[in-house]
Nanobody, 117 residues
Framework: QVQLVESGGGLVQTGGSLTLSCAASGSIVSINRLAWYRQAPGNGRELVASIATGGSTNYADSVKGRFTISRDNTKNTVYLQMNSLKPEDTAVYYC???????????WGQGTQVTVSS
């Protein structure tokens, strides 16, 4: 199994920045992709950004150029640097780890990001 703990959410004004962190533990070696998703009230959960074991990244069009996903394998942690935040970025942000061994994704508990206008 894989356990994920997110941190770094909070309240920020439009145009501000936040960095989210997600620390992974458990069967780390089985993870081949880490990602951040978000869910706003009344909406489904959407992919924000992902990073594969080899380092390739993928971003939702709505965050390209503003958000950066990165990982520190020595700390088993994935980060989401969010700049130029907009009110529409307000959501609960979830960390996800996909394990090729367990053939499933694991989720963190989520962290709230609120961007005030």
């Amino acid at each position: 199994q894989v356990q994920l703990v997110e941190s770094g959410g909070g309240l920020v004004q439009t145009g501000g920045s936040l960095t989210l962190s997600c620390a992974a533990s458990g069967s780390i070696v089985s993870i081949n992709r880490l990602a951040w998703y978000r869910q706003a009230p009344g909406n489904g959960r959407e992919l924000v950004a992902s990073i594969a074991t080899g380092g390739s990244t993928n971003y939702a069009d709505s965050v390209k150029g503003r958000f950066t996903i990165s990982r520190d394998n020595t700390k088993n942690t994935v980060y989401l640097q969010m700049n130029s935040l907009k009110p529409e970025d307000t959501a609960v942000y979830y960390c996800n780890a996909f394990s090729i061994i367990f053939a499933r994704g694991f989720w963190g508990q989520g962290t709230q990001v609120t961007v005030s206008s």
